[in-house]
């Protein structure tokens, strides 16, 4: 397989109408090695869902390349489409049919062998948390239910690589977390999970990578630790301490300090910020008091989305 499960480059499209002109895609390049969540993180409208579509060969790009799995998704997008299940961000079923009906169907469709599919469709309904609903009819299905099995037909063919577009949107906190701890499963037996989405505080989190995305425009792109640099630079070192009981004295102490940007408390826990790394000074200052825990506490992925996007969503 190449080095990289998706790569792209100088990717333009581009939308003509009476109106004019859109540019869609703007020179996206984007790399996605293997066996990552990686997240595609931007606002609504900000060419998220058209780079999707260009990567499983649903569109055309205007100009530029793109590969997925060692494939040219202009050329070779039949190969790419055997290797990897897509979630889009609609996605509809028969709902005169039951759940293990729609699956069997869409596996017939995918070419995956009689014996094979049956054990598969139960195998991903249980992984869905739909096993007591494979013989019920979609039409009562409520939204939640819906995405859950259409996150069941993503992982029929048990795809090198799974493209999910906005995986969470009508799900409970309950559905939610079944989510992330599937993903996480995914990615541990090898795989690639790419996650388009604005949601960033209920998935954000289980991402290693991100491409930060507006207006079509790539505005940034890498590992976690990568994007973490220049957000920490520019903001500085954030450390939590919990002390019980010597939360005032404590306080005292790491304002004396040197190079503290900001010292406050949240939850009895002391956070501090500096325009340096002084985790050794304060793991000595630790020593001194009955200190529970002292951890550093990096960006999350919306801190570093907020601090590239320059602060908004639009």
């Not at 550093?296 to 639009?314: A, I, K, N, R, V």
């Amino acid at each position: 397989m190449a080095e990289y499960v998706i790569e792209t480059e100088g990717l333009v499209k581009i939308y003509r109408d009476r109106s004019g002109e859109v540019k869609a895609l703007d020179g996206v390049d984007i790399r996605v090695p293997k066996g990552v969540v990686f997240g595609l993180f931007g606002p609504n409208g900000s060419g998220k869902t058209t780079l999707i579509s260009i990567l499983v060969g649903l569109q055309l790009p205007t100009s530029g390349t793109a590969r997925v799995l060692g494939f040219d998704c202009v050329r070779e997008s039949v190969e790419i489409r055997k290797r990897l299940g897509l979630l889009p961000e609609n996605y509809g079923f028969y709902e005169h049919m039951t759940a293990y009906e729609n699956l069997e169907f869409l596996g017939r469709l995918d070419g995956i062998s009689k014996n094979e599919l049956k054990r598969r469709i139960l195998e991903v309904l249980e992984m869905v948390g739909l096993s007591e609903w494979a013989n019920a009819k979609v039409k009562g299905f409520s939204r939640g239910m819906t995405q859950r099995l259409a996150l069941a037909q993503a992982l029929l063919k048990d795809p090198l690589l799974l493209v999910l577009d906005e995986p969470t949107l009508g799900l409970d906190p309950q559905g939610t977390a079944m989510f992330r701890d599937l993903v996480e499963r995914v990615v541990k037996s090898g795989k690639t999970v790419l996650i388009s989405t604005h949601l960033l505080h209920e998935i954000g989190h289980i991402c290693t990578h991100a491409a930060l995305i507006r207006r079509g425009k790539l505005v940034a792109h890498g590992s976690l630790d990568e994007l973490s640099k220049p957000y920490i630079e520019a903001r500085g070192f954030l450390y939590e301490i919990a002390a019980p009981g010597e939360v005032e004295r404590l306080l005292h102490e790491v304002k004396q300090l040197d190079g503290i940007l900001e010292v406050s408390l949240v939850n009895e826990k002391v956070r501090v910020r500096a325009k340096r790394d002084i985790g050794g000074e304060l793991a000595r200052l630790a020593g001194r008091f009955r200190v529970r825990s002292l951890s550093f506490l990096p960006p999350s992925w919306d801190e570093l989305y907020q601090y590239y996007q320059g602060g908004g969503w639009e």
